[in-house]
């Protein structure tokens, strides 16, 4: 199986359980084809840069999940049929590239903890200097 994330755009939702309940439904075609869903994060309401069919707005919905490769086009046909799905965009996801984001993520987050303790420090020996304790 291979990696993908997908951005759903739904329409007309007003209700967080209306977009739970419309997600389930999109989600259900990914298990119907033999997939896996890894995650998913609700990136919120957003304007479109553009009205598209007479549309101002919608909630996007960016998901991660597994599926064989020659079931994609199955999957993205069915998305066609889902009246809930206003759009989706599917990505295949690059190894490769997740791995060297992970270790370029690593290396910022030891190089912030280096400064973080290097601030600490300095802090502490500032207070130090300016309150000397009596002996």
């Known amino acids: 199986m291979?990696?993908?994330d997908a951005l759903y755009i739904f329409v007309?939702?007003?209700k967080?359980?209306?977009l739970e309940a419309n997600?389930?439904?999109a989600l259900a075609e990914v298990a119907r084809v033999g997939g896996n869903v890894l995650e998913?994060?609700?990136l919120?309401?957003?304007s479109f840069s553009r009205p598209m069919q007479k549309r101002e707005s919608g909630v996007y919905v960016k998901v991660r999940f597994e599926v064989e490769p020659q079931r994609l086009a199955e999957l993205v046909n069915r998305y066609k049929l889902v009246?809930?799905?206003f759009r989706v965009q599917i990505l295949a996801v690059d190894d490769r590239r997740e791995a060297k984001l992970a270790q370029e993520r690593a290396v910022r987050a030891e190089k912030q903890s280096k400064r973080d303790a290097a601030a600490a420090a300095a802090l502490a020996e500032k207070?130090?200097?300016e309150d000397p304790v009596e002996a």
Do not use: H, M, N, Q
Request: aromatic share 4%; glycine share 8%; charged share 45%.
């Open 23 to 25: 997600l389930e439904k």
């Open 44 to 46: 919120g309401k957003r």
């Open 127 to 129: 207070a130090a200097a």
């Open 12 to 14: 007309g939702i007003s």
């Open 40 to 42: 998913k994060v609700s």
């Open 83 to 85: 009246e809930e799905v």
């Open 2 to 4: 291979k990696k993908y």
């Open 16 to 18: 967080d359980d209306v």
